[in-house]
């Protein structure tokens, strides 16, 4: 186990632990991390209050009830009270009940808190979007505060140190700036006739994360590239500026030579073409994020047989992301909300792959509550 997994949750310098699981009982492990209920141990001054008594009853039996009275000044009817239950039950005999009242009314009812285990265990979502999630599909309003208690309580809680936030920047309207961005190789197993190489290019608007495109290629070469940025340009229109990296085939380094394709067909198009600096991906931030988001959903979760099997997971996962998947940068909006104002009307599980299955489960359990 790395060293870093071993520094106090309290340490800012500490790694963050990734999700890097494949589907399966793994994945479970993941979401809990072994976690346990927490020991409910008595408090310092419940402590306290149990030192204090058994020292009355002590002297009470010593040097009698008075000097005990003197001593602790605790009242006789206390004293001669503890000392019953003392020889009766022992010192447990001693601890104070509390007088706040034992069952406390519930403001949320249980089967939200098992609605809400279902979605941890199935996705390893936060509170917040836990939260949000169920409010828009219309499950249940409860706040992040009572699904922390609900993780802690039931052993689902994973302490972690937040990020640190980096520079952000944000268009004010879809289509005025694209980030493109080419991830890869990637591998597929194709059962026996070796592996194939891939490379995945995707496209992101600045201002609504929608995706643009998103494509699997078995090589790196411009000619695939500039035909599917065609599709693109004729599905969604052109946006006034794009940004890209500085890896080929976007950019030519040697000075003197004439601009690449990509290049070309933008100056064709008077879109302006952007630059990330050398090492500084959060520049391109937005498509990075999509990536992550991918690796995490996606790529790590299934095994690819075959490129039409890929190819048909990366299709649905787009429509999911722009159209079904909340998103917290965005106010708990789709990135289809916010680019062209397509409304969102899930109701449920409904178009969540992690929990798709369950819809029917919940359905009845709602009704029966």
Same mark, same amino acid.
């Given at each position: ?250 950019? $030519? &380094? ?10 070309? =067909?933008? *100056? @064709?198009?008077?879109?302006? !073409? ?28 299934? $095994? &690819? ?10 299709? =649905?996962? *787009? @429509?999911?992301?722009?159209? !079904? ?43 029966? *509550?």
């Amino acid at each position: 186990m790395p060293a870093s997994h071993l520094t106090k949750p309290s340490d800012p310098r500490r790694w963050l632990r990734r999700n890097r699981y494949q589907e399966g009982p793994d994945f479970l492990f993941l979401a809990t991390q072994n976690g346990r209920p927490p020991e409910k141990r008595p408090s310092r001054s419940l402590l306290a209050g149990v030192r204090l008594r058994m020292r009355a009853v002590r002297l009470a039996k010593q040097s009698g009830v008075a000097l005990a009275v003197r001593t602790t000044g605790c009242s006789r009817a206390s004293i001669y009270r503890w000392i019953q239950a003392f020889e009766e039950h022992g010192i447990t005999a001693l601890v104070e009940d509390s007088r706040r009242p034992q069952h406390l009314r519930r403001t949320v009812p249980n089967w939200v808190d098992t609605v809400i285990i279902a979605i941890r265990l199935h996705t390893y979502w936060n509170s917040k979007r836990i939260a949000a999630e169920m409010e828009r599909r219309q499950i249940c309003r409860v706040s992040a505060k009572h699904i922390e208690g609900v993780f802690r309580e039931f052993g689902c809680s994973r302490g972690s140190v937040p990020p640190q936030p980096g520079p952000r920047y944000e268009r004010s309207s879809p289509n005025e700036l694209w980030h493109i961005d080419i991830k890869g190789p990637f591998f597929i197993n194709m059962e026996g006739a070796g592996y194939l190489k891939t490379w995945i290019v995707g496209m992101v608007d600045d201002h609504s994360r929608f995706v643009l495109g998103l494509r699997i290629h078995t090589d790196a070469k411009l000619a695939p590239l500039l035909v599917w940025l065609d599709d693109c340009f004729e599905i969604w229109g052109q946006p006034i500026e794009m940004m890209s990296d500085n890896g080929s085939p976007f950019v $030519r &380094f040697l000075p003197g030579l004439l601009p690449t394709g990509f290049g070309h =067909r933008l *100056a @064709e198009r008077r879109i302006r !073409h952007l630059r990330t600096q050398i090492s500084t991906p959060w520049t391109n931030g937005k498509i990075e994020a999509f990536w992550a988001v991918l690796q995490r959903e996606v790529l790590d979760r299934h $095994r &690819f047989g075959s490129l039409v099997e890929a190819e048909t997971a990366l299709t =649905r996962f *787009a @429509e999911y992301y722009n159209y !079904h998947r909340l998103s917290g940068v965005l106010g708990w909006l789709t990135p289809a909300e916010r680019y062209d104002g397509t409304p969102f009307t899930d109701r449920g599980f409904e178009n969540i792959p992690a929990l798709a299955h369950l819809q029917d489960w919940l359905a009845a359990t709602m009704i029966a *509550a």
